[in-house]
């Protein structure tokens, strides 16, 4: 199912958005391995694809222009959000689904090798047989024989569309969140950034705060209060962060503080930008150029 076509729309059968060609188990709650007993029925349902053989004349299908065509069909998409990535891709929750980044490592994305199941999968295997799992799980790979490995021209590591709700705001955006809610209980001045957060006069699609952020504990963030902060975190911190020469500030602490809005405000930019419904150019650019900047001043974290 796609999250873009309305709801009303996605959950009504005769609508025709999906096509029901199997039903994945619903162990009880707490069952061990369900992860597991979905990704076997999810590749039964898929083995076709498996067998098919991309050397050949693959199959001759109609299209909707009514001509017919050779086709080869591969898994080369797997839309659905983080938890149902884990599941097909294997990788243990928390850890990146694309790269070798340890859990918990600091961000850096792009200088981590990524993982791929035609380059390495001959590796994964005989560590699976010597029972080798320590350097698996250090991967953020599952010791289990993934059957998707074994798709032709599938890298199960690339499967995967970004989420913005488990990706980037409950992962991301509610990390540097805390991160600078301590930052500025740290520097005295996190009492300020509430009050400025309250004093938010309501307006049409802002969401209003009457409490303290900390009065929620961070756990319980959804996805929707933490689009909320983001929305007015920048302007609510530019006062306290970027003071005029005789606010009493020593140097090193105009300089960090300088550094931590820069974070601030380039991490919001992108968050909001991010979650635009149609992207453009422009909108590509702006979001570039964001995480430009963000990158530039991330060391400060
Ligand atoms: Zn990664």
């Not at 994964?124 to 490995?149: A, F, K, M, R």
């Not at 488990?166 to 509610?174: P, S, W």
């Not at 909108?283 to 001043?297: H, I, P, V």
């Amino acid at each position: 199912m796609i999250g873009n076509i309305p709801i009303d729309i996605r959950w009504t059968p005769r609508k025709r958005t999906c096509i029901l060609v199997g039903l994945i188990p619903c162990p009880q709650k707490g069952a061990k391995n369900i992860d597991k007993a979905r990704h076997t029925a999810v590749v039964t349902v898929l083995s076709q694809l498996r067998r098919l053989d991309i050397t050949g004349p693959g199959l001759k299908w109609d299209c909707a222009d009514g001509f017919q065509r050779q086709c080869y069909p591969l898994l080369a998409a797997w839309v659905g959000d983080y938890p149902k990535q884990v599941m097909v891709a294997q990788v243990s929750y928390g850890s990146c689904p694309m790269c070798e980044i340890p859990k918990g490592a600091p961000m850096g994305h792009s200088t981590f090798r990524l993982l791929n199941n035609s380059r390495d999968q001959h590796i994964y295997s005989e560590l699976l047989e010597d029972n080798h799992i320590d350097p698996l799980h250090t991967l953020g790979v599952c010791p289990i024989c993934n059957q998707v490995w074994q798709y032709p021209l599938c890298n199960v590591y690339r499967l995967w569309q970004p989420d913005e709700l488990h990706q980037l705001l409950l992962g991301l955006v509610e990390d540097l969140l805390c991160w600078l809610l301590k930052y500025l209980k740290g520097r005295n001045v996190k009492d300020r950034c509430y009050s400025q957060s309250t004093s938010v006069p309501r307006y049409p699609g802002l969401q209003h705060f009457s409490k303290r952020f900390d009065s929620l504990k961070s756990g319980t963030w959804q996805g929707k209060v933490i689009c909320g902060i983001t929305s007015t975190l920048a302007v609510n911190c530019a006062p306290i962060l970027l003071c005029s020469k005789d606010d009493g500030k020593t140097a090193a602490e105009r300089v960090t503080d300088e550094m931590v809005m820069g974070a601030v405000r380039a991490f919001c930019e992108f968050s909001l930008l991010v979650s635009q419904q149609i992207h453009s150019d422009l909108s590509l650019n702006a979001l570039d150029d964001a995480l430009k900047r963000f990158y530039l001043k991330k060391g400060i974290f």
